[in-house]
């Protein structure tokens, strides 16, 4: 599932912030520039919501507005990840910025959003209802079973002996 698109980034930002970033000429939108940001910033995004939810998603069912039919529904991304993805694919797309800049700012709070979704301490919510995936492990976000316990080694003077 494709969590963004290149229209999602020109509604967010604005169509002259996209050609500024991605045509030399300051033309037109290089679709192309803008579609590599953004799978760049799913592969991102799908590392982080890869350890909660099996991949790829299923999505929130949205109710899709289809004259006749009033119980149409469309597959559609989780809205906080089309905005992740957008904060993330924007940053990609600026060459450097200072840490105080709102690019930057957007992008490291994408990240901790991220981490939060990772670690359990956060969900992925679908607004119209429903899970936008199947969980890893557990009945909820960060209560997976734990495959490996490592306990830190303990050097004494009795495992030194003999290497002096």
Not at 65 to 85: C, E, N, W
Request: charged letters at 20%; one cysteine or more; aromatic letters at 8%.
């Amino acid at each position: 599932m494709q969590y963004a698109t290149v229209q999602d980034l020109v509604d967010r930002y604005g169509e002259l912030e996209m050609i500024q970033l991605t045509d030399p000429e300051i033309q037109s939108v290089q679709a192309d520039k803008v579609q590599r940001a953004i799978d760049d910033a799913q592969a991102f995004a799908d590392a982080y919501v890869g350890k909660a939810y099996r991949l790829p998603l299923t999505g929130c069912t949205k109710p899709a507005p289809v004259p006749g039919d009033v119980h149409a529904v469309a597959m559609v991304p989780p809205p906080q990840l089309t905005r992740i993805v957008c904060d993330v694919a924007r940053y990609y797309l600026y060459n450097a910025l200072s840490p105080e800049h709102e690019v930057y700012l957007r992008y490291k709070a994408a990240d901790r959003e991220l981490q939060a979704i990772a670690d359990g301490s956060s969900v992925l919510a679908c607004p119209w209802g429903g899970t936008p995936g199947t969980l890893v492990s557990g009945s909820a976000p960060g209560e997976g079973e734990v495959l490996f316990g490592f306990s830190p080694r303990r050097v004494t003077d009795d495992d030194l002996r003999g290497y002096a």
